[in-house]
Structure formats: structure tokens, C-alpha cells
């Protein structure tokens, strides 16, 4: 059974600050997606990383993908305010279908 | 363009009842997929169809639980018998074409309390 595992589940920080969150699967794919979710509203698709090595920058955030590792990243530079959210990694498997982490919460404080 | 909509946006129901949750995906994706978010099994997949192909049921927790695409268009979920711990949201998401990397998009989900 595919496991992904987040970490933290749970980030506080201080605007300015830099920081990392980690996704470990434990099955072999070359596909995975990160989603940011608000407070009562659905999943917004923020990166799609296809290839070990992948490199993905988007504003403060910036993700990458290490396959042979089973690991991505998700590194968030000079947070500020608006990037307070839930952010999840997905894992594509057979069929498409998609296996999620559990979630990392974080909260940028002023 | 419209994204993939949702209906009901909520919905209360008694245990026991039935119900059915309706989703319109992108007009064009092919494929289609429901999956649930509840705060003790985080976000679960739940079955998938892409064009007339046999839709991949493997997600489904109990045979209370079924969905049929018409037209490879409209999807309606369909929970039978609801049970307390069927309470969730239920999110659908649509993409160009499984079986490539293609992004799934979703739709804003139904948040179903049975009670």
C-alpha cells in the first residue's frame, strides 16, 4: 500500500522567514503534485513535478522532486500573510489516481 | 472558462437516507474522480472514470457506495443507507486524460453531515 507521509503536519512562522516541507512515499513514481487548500474552500493546484530533478518556482515557493529518494519538497522563501494555508502533496499512481499526504498546515504570523 | 461545479454545496441528511451528489466536470476532460476529505482519513480516493471505460471502483469503502458518468459527462455519486461516519467532503476533480500527467482540477466540493 502507497504511504506519503508529510512533514510537519503543522508550521508556524514568522513572516520573513524561510522554510522547507518535506514529502516521503514509500512506492516508485516520477509524478507528484502539490495542492494548497483554504480554510472551507477546495484544492488549488500550485506544481506538477514529472521528472526526478523537476524544479518548480512559483512566487516564494519553489518546488522540487528526487525520485530515487522518494522525496519532495516544498521550500518556502520569505513568507508572508497570504501563504497561511494547508498544503498537500499528492503521488500519482495506476490509473492516475491520486494518493495524498496528510497535510501541512501553516500559519505565518506577522 | 467554468471550472468543475459542485451540487449541492451542502448537504444534512438523517441516517439511513439516501443521497446523491452531482458533479460537472470541465467540459472536454475525459476523466473524472471523486474523492472524500474527513478529518480522520484525511483525503481519500474513491473511484475514477475515464471515457467508456470500465470506471476504477477500488477506492469505494462499502457497496453502499456507487457512481455512474452519463454521457462521459455528469457524474452522480450515489450513498445508500448513510452512515454517520459517511460524513465528509466529497470532491470531484476532472483532467484532460488519465493515464498522463495531465493536472486534476477541483471542484469545490459537497460537505454531507448525516445525522
Known amino acids: 500500500e502507497l504511504k506519503v507521509e508529510q512533514n510537519p503536519l503543522f508550521l508556524s512562522m514568522q513572516e520573513g522567514k524561510n522554510y522547507t516541507i518535506y514529502c516521503n512515499y514509500s512506492t516508485t513514481s516520477d509524478r507528484l503534485y502539490w495542492y494548497r487548500q483554504d480554510p472551507g474552500k477546495s484544492l488549488e493546484s500550485l506544481f506538477v513535478?514529472?521528472?526526478?530533478?523537476a524544479v518548480k518556482q512559483e512566487g516564494r515557493l519553489m518546488a522540487s522532486l528526487d525520485t530515487k529518494a522518494r522525496l519532495s519538497t516544498l521550500h518556502i522563501t520569505a513568507a508572508v500573510h497570504d501563504l497561511s494555508a494547508t498544503y498537500f502533496c499528492?503521488?500519482?499512481?495506476?490509473?492516475?489516481?491520486?494518493?495524498f499526504g496528510e497535510g501541512t498546515q501553516l500559519t505565518v504570523n506577522p | 472558462g467554468a471550472g468543475v461545479s459542485q451540487s449541492p454545496s451542502n448537504k444534512v441528511t438523517e441516517k439511513g437516507k439516501d443521497v446523491e451528489l452531482r458533479c460537472d466536470p470541465i467540459s472536454g476532460h475525459t476523466a473524472l474522480y471523486w474523492y472524500r476529505q474527513s478529518l480522520g482519513q484525511g483525503l481519500e480516493f474513491l473511484i475514477y472514470f475515464q471515457g467508456n471505460s470500465a470506471p476504477d471502483k477500488s477506492g469505494l469503502p462499502s457497496d453502499r457506495f456507487s457512481a455512474e458518468r452519463t454521457g462521459g459527462s455528469v457524474s452522480t455519486l450515489t450513498i445508500q443507507r448513510t452512515q454517520q461516519e459517511d460524513s465528509a467532503v466529497y470532491l470531484c476533480?476532472?483532467?484532460?486524460?488519465?493515464?498522463?500527467?495531465?493536472?486534476?482540477?477541483f471542484g469545490p466540493g459537497t460537505r454531507l453531515t448525516v445525522t
Open positions: 499528492a503521488v500519482e499512481t495506476s490509473g492516475s489516481r491520486l494518493t
Open positions: 476533480a476532472s483532467s484532460l486524460a488519465s493515464g498522463r500527467s495531465y493536472e486534476q482540477y
Open positions: 513535478l514529472l521528472s526526478n530533478g
